[in-house]
Structures are given as C-alpha cells and as structure tokens.
C-alpha cells in the first residue's frame, strides 16, 4: 500500500486523460479515501485498500469488499463504481455530493426514515459475495486476541456465555439473510438531497436485517425509543419479537465491535497512530455500553421476547 494517495494518482491521471489532484480525507479507521479532481472538473473518490486489514481479520477479504461494493451500487445506494486501478487494490468511486452524517445526525427522529429505507434498498438487492455472522466474528477476533496476546477489556469474558444465550434466543426465529453493509457507524451514511447513501462496505455481507438496524442503533448509542422507531420505519409495525431482535442484536454489535478496535489498535499500530483516534478507549466504551444493556432488568424480557414467549 502506498504511503500516501499520491502513487496511484498517475494511473489515475493516465486514465482520466488529463491531469488530476488527490486531497486525502481524514477520519477513515482502516483503508484511506482521497477526493480526486480532474482538470476539467469532474471528481472521484479514491478508496486505496489495505491488504493487512483483511489479513488482521478486521475486514472480508479485498476482492469481496470490491464485488460487494460493486453489487452495492447497483441498488443505488452504494456509490458508483467508476473505475478499479488493473493490478492494484484501489478502486476511483463516484463522489457522493451530500453531507456526511454524524451521531447526532442519525439520531435525528427525521433522519429516521430515510435511513432505514436505504437499509431496504440495500437489502433488497442481489446477495452479497459472502456471508456474515457477528457470533462467528466475535469468535474469531477473540481467537485473535489470544493468539497475539491482546489486552482485552476487563471482565470480557465473563460475559461470553450471555452471548451463546443470546445466539440461541435469536435461532428460535431466523429471518432471511440479506445484503447487509455490517458497519453503519453515522460516518458511512451521507445524506444526498431526499436520500441516504451508504458507503465503506469492508464488512458486508449477507446476514439478519436486523442486525443491521441494532448496529447502527449501538454507533449512534440509541435509547430504547428510537431503537423501536427505527425497526418500525424499516419492518412496518413490528411485533416485539422483531423489536427485541434489533436490540438483542445492538447488544451483540457493541459486544463484538469491542474486540475489533482491541485487534486494530494491537495488530495495526501505524494506522492507528495516523488516525489520531484512541481505539483502546474506544474498546473500553463500546463494552461499558454492553455491559450497561445486559445489566439491564429488561434484558431477560429480550430474550423471552426473541424466543415468542408469552410475558408473564
């Protein structure tokens, strides 16, 4: 990977036809993005692909990530993809000219509805490369963890056999697997005019919908209000199976995501350092959430509720 977007402007450039101009964007945790701008005014976004973020096990492999975000696109919700760099893992996309979103942004109850259509959209298209467990990767970030001798949040695994609880609550009624993003931290959501578009697909793959509307409730730190507003505007009118499900499942993002920022901050210690973000305290954050969920006294209700049981 080049130590910078620089080096693969010239390919770009020969492309293109005419000279361009890369000015990096910050704020992305594993692979680096750079607006490009032609000199005749058209611009791209250049999304330069780590090799060592797959192999630390902290993204699908690349050639799934490139074909997902390729299938992405076509539902319209992923960004164009224009050109791919022949040789190199580096992909020129179409630039999304909207806003991108933040924590406060996606909590908006206005904001509510359109991402959850994207979501639809999304989920509505032709099923991924791959598939994706976030109980399988739990697993193997922990088994990463171990075998590289990585610190992990105190107390971590005393909560693992509340995990194996919750997986089996959640088999007693499956949903369909679905081409799901995976990661939708407010970031890889950008508001364009009426729409939301969805973007970075290092962690897609196909898996339970509402997965994905508990991840983004974990990323954006939903109360349990705006947990149910959003699997409302995604399923309809849901039953509390399917509520329970979405917050069983934001327990399970937090808990999981935990160890990826635990494995990054370990086996990727440049890349952390270049994007100035403190993943340990991150780690540290995300499992006090978790904690703080399955702590609660409604938990056991979830789980009674994923199961379809009557209350009490």
């Known amino acids: 990977m080049p130590d910078a977007p620089a080096d693969p ?21 594993s692979h680096r993005i750079a607006r490009v701008d032609s000199g005749d005014g058209q611009s791209w976004l250049m999304r330069v692909l780590d090799p060592r973020v797959s192999e630390a096990g902290l993204g699908i492999p690349l050639e799934q990530e490139i074909a997902n975000t390729i299938q992405a696109a076509s539902t319209g919700v992923g960004p164009r993809v224009v050109h791919r760099l022949p040789g190199r893992p580096v992909l020129l996309l179409e630039f999304i000219d909207g806003r991108t979103l933040d924590a406060p942004s996606v909590r908006d ?3 509510i509805p359109l991402i959850a ?5 999304l989920h509505a298209g032709a099923r991924f490369a791959n598939d994706f467990s976030i109980f399988r990767k739990l697993e193997e970030l922990l088994a990463l963890c171990r075998t590289h001798g990585l610190p992990v949040p105190a107390g971590y695994t ?5 995990v194996a609880e919750i997986e089996r609550a959640l088999a007693a009624h499956p949903l369909p697997a679905v ?3 995976n990661d939708l931290l407010p970031e890889n959501f950008i508001a364009a005019g009426d729409v939301v578009r969805i973007v970075d697909y290092q962690l897609s793959g196909n898996n339970d919908p509402a997965f994905e509307l508990g991840d983004i409730a974990a990323e954006a730190d939903y109360h349990p209000d705006l947990t149910d507003r959003l699997a409302r505007a995604y399923f309809g009118e849901p ?3 399917l509520l329970a499900r979405v917050r069983l499942f934001l327990i399970m993002s937090n808990i999981t995501w935990t160890l990826w920022f635990s494995v990054h901050h370990g086996l990727l210690k440049d890349q952390a350092a270049a994007a100035d973000f403190d993943y340990a305290a991150e780690a540290a954050d995300k499992f006090r959430q978790a904690g703080r969920d399955l702590d609660d006294p409604g938990f056991g209700r979830l789980l009674d509720d994923v199961r379809g049981l009557p209350p009490e």
């Open 9 to 29: 402007i010239r390919l770009v450039t020969a492309w293109a036809g005419c000279p361009v101009t890369a000015t990096e964007i910050k704020g992305g945790l």
């Open 109 to 111: 109850p206005t904001m």
């Open 117 to 121: 259509d994207a979501c639809r959209r």
């Open 158 to 162: 005393d909560r693992l056999p509340v």
């Open 179 to 181: 081409p799901c993003h």
């Open 239 to 241: 039953d509390r199976l």
